[in-house]
C-alpha cells in the first residue's frame, strides 16, 4: 500500500487542496482548560494532543474528551480528578514536542496522561519514520515528567471512515493512519507505562461534529468511558 500511496500522490494532490479550501472548519472548545470533577481522594489527569484535546466540534471543554475522560475516571476510581488539557488544534507529533513539551515544567506530575496524535502527521505526510522518532520522544519526556502515571496512547483513528472526507482521498489516508498506529501499538508494547488505546469511530455518520471529521459530545462521552475502562487504579 505505500508505494500505491505514492504512485497516487499526484492525482490526490488537488483533491486534498480541495478538502483544505472547502472544508467546514469549526473552532476549538470554549471554557477552561482545566477542572476539578469528583470526590475521593485527589487525582491528576493531563490530556496532551491536537484538536480532539482542544474540544473542536464541541461547545465546551467540559463536553469534549477532557471534561468527559475527567468524569469517566472520576466515576470509575472514586477519586477526584484534578484535569489539564494542552491542546493544539491541528497539531502534529513535531509541533507538541515544540509547544507542548515545554509547558510540562509548569505542572504537577499526573496520574493518567492522555495522548492524541497522529491524524494530522497523515495529512502532513510524515513519514513512519519520523513518526516513530518523534513519538517515541513524546513519550519518553510524559514518563519523565509523571514517571507513575499510566500513559493512555489513543491510536491514530481508521480514518477511511471520516465522512468529511471524499474518496479516494479517504481511503488512502486510511492506510496511512493505519500504518502510523502500527508504528504506535509497537512503541506502547516496549514502553510498559504506555497503553495504546484503539480509537472508536461511530458508523453513523450524525455521531460526528458538523464538519464530518471530529466526533460529538456523545462521540467523546462513549470514547471517554472506554478509555477509562481500560484504565489502572493506580495510575
Not at 71 to 92: D, E, P, S
Request: charged share 15%.
Amino acid at each position: 500500500k505505500r508505494p500505491l500511496f505514492w504512485l497516487s500522490l499526484p492525482l490526490l494532490l488537488p483533491q486534498g487542496l480541495w478538502v483544505k479550501r472547502t472544508a467546514r472548519r469549526l473552532p476549538p472548545a470554549a471554557g477552561p482548560a482545566a477542572g476539578v470533577v469528583g470526590d475521593g481522594s485527589p487525582r491528576r489527569l493531563l490530556l496532551i494532543g491536537d484538536s480532539i484535546i482542544a474540544g473542536v466540534g464541541v461547545e465546551q471543554l467540559s463536553e469534549a474528551l477532557p471534561g468527559q475522560l475527567a468524569r469517566a475516571l472520576a466515576g470509575k476510581h472514586a477519586c477526584q480528578v484534578h484535569w489539564q488539557a494542552l491542546g493544539n488544534n491541528g497539531a502534529t507529533c513535531a509541533d507538541l514536542l515544540r509547544t507542548q513539551r515545554p509547558q510540562l515544567q509548569a505542572l504537577k506530575a499526573a496520574d493518567w496522561v492522555f495522548v492524541s496524535v497522529g491524524v494530522n502527521d497523515v495529512t502532513q505526510l510524515t513519514t513512519a519514520h519520523r513518526w516513530r522518532a518523534r513519538l517515541q520522544t513524546l513519550l519518553q519526556a510524559l514518563t519523565e515528567h509523571s514517571p507513575q502515571a499510566q500513559i493512555l496512547l489513543a491510536g491514530v483513528p481508521p480514518m477511511g471512515q471520516f465522512p468529511g472526507l471524499p474518496m479516494p482521498l479517504r481511503q488512502v489516508f486510511g492506510w496511512r493512519a493505519a500504518r502510523l498506529d502500527d508504528v504506535g501499538q509497537s512503541l506502547a508494547a516496549a514502553m510498559p507505562p504506555v497503553l495504546h488505546l484503539p480509537t472508536p469511530v461511530p458508523e453513523d455518520p450524525s455521531a460526528f461534529a458538523s464538519d464530518g471529521y471530529h466526533p460529538n459530545a456523545e462521540s467523546c462521552r462513549v470514547w471517554a468511558e472506554a478509555v477509562a475502562a481500560n484504565s489502572s487504579q493506580t495510575g
